[in-house]
C-alpha cells in the first residue's frame, strides 16, 4: 500500500491528506501545534462561550470548488452561513457603501458609480465559475475557459490605482479599495487589482460566508472525513528533517517554502533550495479579538448587517497605509478588518456579548502595539466602540509566526502578492508542487492557487502526486 506523510494540517495539508486517502493511500498528517487546522483553528481566546476565529474568517472561494464537489464536507459537520451584507465600507459622517450578493442592488446605492461597478462585475459574476475553475490551478496549463479568463485578465492586470479612475465617488472608490486592500500590495504595483477582482466578484456570485460553529468546522470535517478513510491525524509533532518521517512514498509538506528546504535539506536540487529561500514574504498582521457589549455601534447603518467592514477610509488614505506598509513603516491610520462574524452565526456569542475580529496591516516582523491605532480606526467610524469592549486578546506579527511558523514576519497569506509570485509560485516552473526530490511535494498556500482556506494547493498537489505514481508524469 502507498504510504503517505503529510506534515501540517492547515486546510491545504487536511485536503492534500484527504485527497490522497480517498484514493487509497495510507495517510498520516503530523502537526505541530496541540491543535489542528493551522489557518482554521476557531477558540474561546476572551470570554467562555465566545468563539473566535484565530485566522481565516470568511470562505469566498472555498463555497464551491473542484475540492469543495470531490468531499461531502456537509455529512462531517460544515454548514456555511451567510450575512446579510457580505461586506461594507464605513467613510465619515455615517456615509459609507456595501456589497450585497446582487451586483444590481450593489450598483443601485452608488448612484453614478454604479454603473462601473455592474460593467466589471456583472459580466465577471455571470461567468465566476469558468474564470475559478481556472485561477485555482497553476497559471501555466491551457485554459479551460480561455475568454472569460482574458476578460478577467483584462481587469486583474491593471494597478488598483488604474482601475479605481472607473468610480468619481468617495463610496465607489473606497468599496474597491477595502477589496484590493486583500493583496496587501502597494496600490499603484502591477497587478494589484487581481485578488481585488476576484474576491468582489465571489462576493456576487458566492458571497463571503463564515463556517458554523467557527471556521475550526472546516478542518474537523475534513480531519473526520480522513479518519473515515482510515488516516490518522497527530498533533505536537514537530517535524524538522525527513529523515524524522522516512520511509515513505510520498512527502506532502504544508510548509513556508523555506522551511521546505531546510527539512528537505541537501537532497534537494541547489537550484530549488535557492529559488525557495528567495521567495518573498508580504506585510504582517496585527490582530486583535474583540468580546464586545452588543456589537460594534457603526454610525453607517449597513456595517451594522455586514460579516466583513473594511476600516480606513477614503481610496487615497487606505492607498496611502497599504504603500507605507509596504515601505517597512508603520501607518498612522492603518487598513483594518473587522469581522463580525457572530451575525451570520450566532452560536458564537454568548448572551450579549459578541466576537469582534479585527486586524491591521503592519510592516513584517513589526515589533510594536498596534491595539491603539485599531481601536482608534474602528471608533472613527463607530463612536462609543470602546465603551463596549469586555475584553481582548492581541497577537502581534512576531506571535503570529510564533502561533504558526508558516506566517514567516507576520504574512499571513505565506507570500508576498507580487506579479511574479501571483502567477508563478513559489518559483517558475510547471508544476509547482514538486521539490526536486521524487515523491516529495509543497502544499501549502505557497502553491497555487496561493491563500485561503479552500484547501485548493493541497488538492492540486495531491493531484500531481497520485498522476506521478501512476506515471502519468
Ligand atoms: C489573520 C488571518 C486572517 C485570514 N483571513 C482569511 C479569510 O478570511 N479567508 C481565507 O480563506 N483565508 C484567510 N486567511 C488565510 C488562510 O488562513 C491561510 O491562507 C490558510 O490557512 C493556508 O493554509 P495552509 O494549509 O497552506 O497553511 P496553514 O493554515 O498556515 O497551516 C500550516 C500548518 O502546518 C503546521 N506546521 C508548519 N510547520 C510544521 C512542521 N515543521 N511540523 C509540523 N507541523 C508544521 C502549522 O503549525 C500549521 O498548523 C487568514 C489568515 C490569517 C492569519
Not at 503530523?30 to 477558540?43: Q, V
Not at 528533517?241 to 520511509?247: D, G, K, N, R
Not at 533550495?273 to 528567495?278: M, S, V
Not at 521539490?435 to 516529495?440: A, E, F, M
Request: hydrophobic share 40%; proline share 6%; glycine share 12%.
Amino acid at each position: 500500500m502507498t504510504k503517505a506523510v503529510v506534515v501540517g494540517s492547515g486546510p491545504n495539508g487536511l485536503a492534500a491528506a484527504l485527497t490522497l486517502a480517498a484514493e487509497g493511500v495510507e495517510v498520516e498528517v503530523l502537526e505541530a501545534a496541540d491543535t489542528i487546522g493551522g489557518g482554521t483553528r476557531s477558540s474561546e481566546l476572551t470570554v467562555p462561550g465566545v468563539l473566535h476565529d484565530e485566522c481565516s474568517g470568511f470562505h469566498p472561494l472555498a463555497v464551491d470548488t473542484a475540492f469543495s464537489r470531490r468531499f461531502d464536507l456537509a455529512r462531517h459537520g460544515l454548514r456555511w452561513r451567510w450575512p446579510q451584507i457580505q461586506y461594507a465600507h464605513p467613510l465619515d459622517d455615517g456615509r459609507g457603501a456595501a456589497a450585497w450578493r446582487s451586483v444590481e442592488d450593489t450598483a443601485a446605492q452608488l448612484g453614478s458609480d454604479g454603473r462601473g461597478w455592474r460593467q466589471i462585475f456583472g459580466p465577471l459574476t455571470e461567468r465566476f465559475d469558468g474564470i475559478a475553475e481556472d485561477f485555482l490551478r497553476p497559471m501555466l496549463h491551457v485554459p479551460a475557459h480561455p475568454i472569460k479568463l482574458a476578460r478577467f485578465g483584462a481587469f486583474s492586470l491593471a494597478p488598483a490605482s488604474l482601475l479605481a479612475r472607473r468610480w468619481s465617488t468617495d463610496e465607489g472608490r473606497a468599496l474597491f479599495a477595502g477589496v484590493a486592500a486583500h493583496a496587501l500590495r502597494p496600490f499603484g504595483s502591477p497587478v494589484s487589482s487581481a485578488i481585488g477582482v476576484a474576491l468582489g466578484t465571489a462576493a456576487h456570485r458566492y458571497g463571503w460566508p463564515v463556517a458554523e460553529g467557527g471556521s475550526r468546522s472546516i478542518a474537523s470535517a475534513m480531519v473526520s472525513l480522513i479518519e473515515e478513510f482510515g488516516g490518522k491525524v497527530q498533533t505536537g509533532v514537530s517535524v524538522s528533517s525527513l529523515q524524522e518521517i522516512l520511509p515513505a512514498d510520498i512527502v506532502m509538506l504544508d510548509v513556508a517554502p523555506a522551511a521546505a528546504a531546510r527539512i528537505v535539506g541537501d537532497r534537494m536540487p541547489s537550484r530549488i533550495a535557492r529559488a525557495l529561500t528567495r521567495y518573498r514574504h508580504g506585510p504582517g498582521t496585527f490582530k486583535v479579538e474583540f468580546a464586545v457589549h452588543e456589537g460594534v455601534p457603526w454610525t453607517h447603518e449597513e456595517s451594522r448587517h455586514a460579516g466583513t467592514v473594511h476600516v480606513g477610509g477614503t481610496f487615497e488614505e487606505i492607498a496611502t497605509a497599504e504603500a507605507v506598509v509596504n515601505r517597512g513603516r508603520m501607518p498612522d491610520r492603518p487598513f483594518v478588518l473587522v469581522g463580525q462574524q457572530f451575525l451570520a452565526d450566532p452560536t458564537r456569542t454568548a448572551g450579549d456579548i459578541v466576537p469582534v475580529y479585527a486586524y491591521a496591516h503592519v510592516p513584517s516582523g513589526y515589533t510594536g502595539d498596534a491595539t491603539g491605532a485599531i481601536e482608534a480606526q474602528i471608533e472613527r467610524f463607530a463612536p462609543g466602540f470602546r465603551d463596549r469592549i469586555v475584553a481582548r486578546h492581541l497577537r502581534s506579527a512576531i506571535e503570529m509566526e510564533q502561533h504558526n511558523p508558516n506566517y514567516v514576519g507576520g504574512d499571513v497569506v505565506t507570500g508576498a502578492n507580487d506579479a511574479r509570485q501571483l502567477i508563478f509560485r513559489p518559483r517558475v516552473t510547471l508544476d509547482p508542487y514538486t521539490l526536486g526530490v521524487p515523491g516529495v511535494y509543497l502544499c501549502s498556500a505557497a502553491t497555487p492557487p496561493g491563500a485561503g482556506a479552500h484547501g485548493m494547493c493541497g488538492y492540486n498537489a495531491a493531484q500531481s502526486a497520485l498522476r506521478r505514481r501512476r506515471g502519468e508524469q
